[in-house]
């Protein structure tokens, strides 16, 4: 047994934790989260939640996965940690590397046969700005620098990983954007696609990169970068027509076209990689999250043939990398996962199984009075608590943001066993791909409870 509040007074006296008001904290105390077991956490009080956000949006096989334990351990007494500078690999690293190369989306000359390790997908995305950079030099146009990037993208926490997303409150809080990194719109339909079709908002959307491109001059634009779903923006799901539209404007440009696959990546969306989904075929892709299904760090980028050319054969060293890029531990943890995704069809499951049998639920619960719309794609989903529900997704009436609705509703479903992320009033769910559709059944209630709860307290 736990002694919650000694934990509690520990955690707020000196533990600073990521994105959270501390104030608040202090008053309610963090929840304590001890154990988990497939999709369902237990806290301190011996309480069990379902964990409708896979953690992080990253415990793709589900907790409790005692063969990721043993693969980790066993890797550990035989050697738990060499560098790959200078000339030295091990094992698990090669044998991830190639697997990886095997498992990446098919993209005919510009296959992604290699792999740079990083630990977290924020030092992916820096690693891309950097290998970027370098390729344009090696490629005789050093001048292209800027890279593109979307506002309300999320691109991670370190310099120029938060500069690539375009978070208004992370860009607010003091020096970023760093240099030579801009934004356009993202592909929102329900903000921005009023009086047409989703398929012509998709077009407009992806025609902001060319107007984008042209006011910078295309001479000085390295690459674009956007996750193929925004994840943490909301569950953007951009219409059909945005991404091959964006990857033909890159074309016309000779621009690098980047995926950040750290959520999308490792079968969220249904497929291995988000990009196969949308329909494009990006030069580098950016994993984390779903590679160890978060059991140890591990991040990295996807380096495809027209970059690869360039750093190997007319690069000399890169000089870039971490202490942990191919950290021989984690290395093994990703082998044991990805077995295990394989082994499960959990990838497969999501496109025929578990996620359309999301999609039917979540769209079962617009009949509830405070839901406007619901979307999902694979196992992700959003809901949009509105005030007022309309004939299409914009003739809804939002809530006054003020009143928080999206909080308040993600408090009920923290206090009732489940846990949903609100993006604004948008309520998210992305649960590990190892749930059942029973078990989304029983999400999806606790969820239907929840909904009642707010509108209770809206309404009263
Ligand atoms: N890119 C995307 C799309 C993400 O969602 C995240 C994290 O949520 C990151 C990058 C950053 O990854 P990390 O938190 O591992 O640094």
Same mark, same amino acid.
């Given at each position: 047994?736990?002694?919650?509040?000694?934990? !509690?007074?520990?955690?707020?006296?000196? /533990?600073?934790?990521?994105?959270?008001?501390?104030?608040?904290?202090?008053?309610?105390?963090?929840?304590?989260?001890?154990?988990?077991?497939? @999709?369902?956490?237990?806290?301190?009080?011996?309480?069990?939640?379902?964990?409708?956000?896979?953690?992080?949006?990253?415990?793709? &096989?589900?907790?409790?996965?005692?063969?990721?334990?043993?693969?980790?351990?066993?890797? $550990?007494?035989?050697?738990?940690?060499?560098?790959?500078?200078?000339?030295?690999?091990? %094992?698990?690293?090669?044998?991830?590397?190639?697997?990886?190369?095997?498992?990446?989306?098919?993209?005919?000359?510009?296959?992604?046969?290699?792999?740079?390790?990083?630990?977290?997908?924020?030092?992916?995305?820096?690693?891309? %700005?950097? +290998?970027?950079?370098?390729?344009?030099?090696?490629?005789? !146009?050093?001048?292209?620098?800027?890279? *593109?990037?979307?506002?309300?993208?999320?691109?991670?926490?370190?310099?120029?990983?938060?500069?690539?997303?375009?978070?208004?409150?992370?860009?607010?809080?003091?020096?970023?954007?760093?240099?030579?990194?801009?934004?356009?719109?993202?592909?929102?339909?329900?903000?921005?696609?009023?009086? $047409?079709?989703? &398929?012509?908002?998709?077009?407009?959307?992806?025609?902001?990169?060319?107007?984008?491109?042209?006011?910078?001059?295309?001479?000085?634009?390295?690459?674009?970068?956007?996750?193929?779903?925004?994840?943490?923006?909301?569950?953007? @799901?951009?219409?059909?027509?945005?991404?091959?539209?964006?990857?033909?404007?890159?074309?016309?440009?000779?621009?690098?076209?980047?995926?950040?696959?750290?959520?999308?990546?490792?079968?969220?969306?249904?497929?291995?990689?988000?990009?196969?989904? +949308?329909?494009?075929?990006?030069?580098?892709?950016?994993?984390?999250?779903?590679?160890?299904?978060?059991?140890?760090?591990?991040?990295?980028?996807?380096?495809?043939?027209?970059? &690869?050319?360039?750093? @190997?054969?007319?690069?000399?060293?890169?000089?870039?990398?971490?202490?942990?890029?191919?950290?021989?531990?984690?290395?093994?943890?990703?082998?044991?996962?990805?077995? *295990?995704?394989?082994?499960?069809?959990?990838?497969?499951?999501?496109?025929?199984?578990?996620?359309?049998?999301?999609?039917?639920? /979540?769209?079962?619960?617009?009949?509830?009075?405070?839901?406007?719309?619901?979307?999902?794609?694979?196992?992700?989903?959003?809901?949009?608590? %509105?005030?007022?529900?309309?004939?299409?997704?914009?003739?809804?009436?939002?809530?006054?943001?003020?009143?928080?609705?999206? +909080?308040?509703?993600?408090?009920? $479903?923290?206090?009732?066993?489940?846990? +949903?992320?609100?993006?604004?009033?948008? $309520?998210?769910?992305?649960?590990?791909?190892?749930?059942?559709?029973?078990?989304?059944?029983?999400?999806?209630?606790?969820?239907?409870?929840?909904?009642?709860?707010?509108?209770?307290? %809206?309404?009263?």
């Amino acid at each position: 047994s736990f002694d919650t509040q000694a934990l !509690q007074q520990l955690d707020s006296a000196h /533990f600073l934790h990521p994105f959270t008001d501390h104030a608040a904290l202090r008053e309610r105390g963090a929840r304590v989260i001890v154990r988990g077991d497939g @999709i369902y956490l237990w806290d301190s009080e011996g309480k069990k939640i379902i964990d409708g956000m896979a953690g992080l949006w990253c415990v793709n &096989a589900g907790y409790g996965r005692a063969s990721i334990a043993d693969a980790v351990h066993a890797q $550990m007494l035989q050697l738990p940690f060499y560098n790959s500078f200078f000339n030295t690999t091990n %094992v698990p690293a090669v044998k991830l590397a190639a697997l990886l190369a095997g498992l990446a989306p098919q993209n005919g000359p510009n296959a992604f046969q290699h792999v740079f390790f990083t630990g977290s997908g924020s030092e992916a995305n820096d690693t891309i %700005v950097r +290998m970027v950079r370098r390729y344009w030099q090696l490629a005789g !146009q050093p001048e292209r620098q800027v890279i *593109i990037s979307r506002r309300n993208a999320y691109h991670g926490s370190t310099l120029a990983g938060a500069s690539l997303g375009g978070m208004p409150g992370m860009h607010a809080q003091g020096g970023l954007p760093i240099p030579g990194i801009d934004h356009i719109g993202q592909p929102n339909y329900a903000e921005g696609g009023r009086g $047409m079709s989703e &398929a012509q908002f998709g077009l407009l959307a992806a025609g902001w990169l060319e107007a984008k491109i042209l006011e910078l001059g295309p001479e000085n634009v390295a690459a674009f970068i956007g996750e193929p779903v925004q994840g943490a923006g909301g569950v953007i @799901i951009p219409p059909s027509t945005y991404w091959p539209e964006v990857q033909r404007i890159c074309d016309k440009y000779d621009i690098l076209l980047v995926s950040d696959e750290v959520i999308c990546g490792f079968g969220r969306l249904g497929t291995w990689f988000g990009c196969e989904l +949308m329909g494009f075929t990006p030069d580098l892709i950016a994993f984390a999250k779903g590679v160890t299904s978060g059991y140890v760090p591990l991040g990295g980028v996807l380096v495809g043939g027209r970059v &690869a050319h360039q750093l @190997i054969e007319k690069g000399g060293d890169f000089n870039h990398g971490f202490t942990y890029s191919g950290h021989p531990s984690a290395c093994a943890a990703a082998l044991e996962n990805i077995r *295990i995704l394989q082994a499960e069809r959990l990838v497969e499951r999501v496109a025929l199984e578990t996620g359309p049998h999301l999609k039917a639920r /979540f769209a079962s619960l617009v009949a509830h009075p405070l839901v406007g719309h619901a979307e999902t794609c694979g196992l992700a989903a959003g809901l949009n608590l %509105v005030r007022r529900k309309g004939a299409t997704v914009h003739d809804c009436e939002p809530f006054d943001s003020a009143h928080a609705v999206g +909080m308040l509703c993600r408090k009920h $479903m923290f206090d009732n066993g489940v846990i +949903m992320r609100a993006v604004g009033d948008r $309520m998210i769910v992305a649960p590990p791909l190892s749930i059942t559709t029973t078990q989304i059944d029983e999400m999806v209630e606790r969820i239907q409870y929840c909904l009642d709860l707010t509108l209770e307290e %809206v309404v009263g």
